[in-house]
C-alpha cells in the first residue's frame, strides 16, 4: 500500500541520518531545540509508529500512552533497530481497519474519535517529517558540517512544489 511505502520511506530517511550520526551527537542536548536531543525527537517518532501498530492489533489508538522508553533515546543502535522493526511492521499491514483514537487533549477525561488506520498513516506522515524538520534545525545549528539532504524534513508537496518551479 502507498501509505506504508511513503511512511517506510520518510524513516529510512530518519535511519540513514541517525546512522551517520556518532551517538554521542545522537544524544546531545540541542540548544537550539530547547535542551532536547535528536534520541528524544527519534524516540517521538518512534514511539507513535509503535503506538499505531498496536492500535492496529487491537483497534485503539492512544497516542498519549506511549511508553517512553528512554533506550530509543540514548542508544542509537537500539533505536535502529526498533525503527526497522517498525517499518517490517508496516510493510506487514496492508490492509485498512477502523480505529478508535483516544486522547484526553489537556482534558482530564480522554475522548474517543473514529479513524482509520490509513487515516492516521498520513497524519505519522505529516507529524515525522514536522519532527524531522525540527532535527534538521538543530544539528544544522549546532552541528552544521554535518551533511543532510535539503529534502530532508520537507514535506512531499513542497519538494513537487520546488521542482514545478524549477521547470
Wanted: hydrophobic share 40%; proline share 1%.
Amino acid at each position: 500500500m502507498m501509505l506504508q511505502k511513503i511512511n517506510i520511506e520518510i524513516i529510512k530517511q530518519l535511519a540513514d541520518l541517525m546512522e551517520s550520526l556518532e551517538n554521542e551527537v545522537y544524544k546531545d542536548n540541542l540548544a537550539p531545540l530547547h535542551d532536547h536531543s535528536v534520541g528524544q525527537h527519534v524516540r517521538h517518532i518512534t514511539e507513535f509508529y509503535l503506538c499505531l501498530l498496536k492500535g492496529y492489533e487491537t483497534g485503539m489508538v492512544n497516542y498519549d500512552a506511549r511508553e517512553r522508553d528512554l533506550r530509543i533515546e540514548r542508544d542509537k543502535g537500539f533505536a535502529l533497530e526498533v525503527l526497522e522493526n517498525v517499518t517490517n511492521r508496516l510493510d506487514f499491514y496492508q490492509h485498512d481497519r477502523t480505529l478508535t483514537l483516544q486522547s484526553a487533549f489537556g482534558l482530564e477525561q480522554a475522548m474517543d474519535i473514529s479513524s482509520s488506520f490509513f487515516r492516521e498513516l498520513t497524519y505519522l506522515i505529516e507529524h515525522t517529517i514536522h519532527h524531522l524538520a525540527i532535527i534538521k534545525i538543530g544539528l544544522n545549528e549546532v552541528y552544521p558540517t554535518i551533511h543532510i539532504s535539503s529534502d530532508f524534513g520537507v514535506a512531499h508537496s513542497t519538494i513537487k512544489h520546488r521542482k514545478m518551479a524549477e521547470a
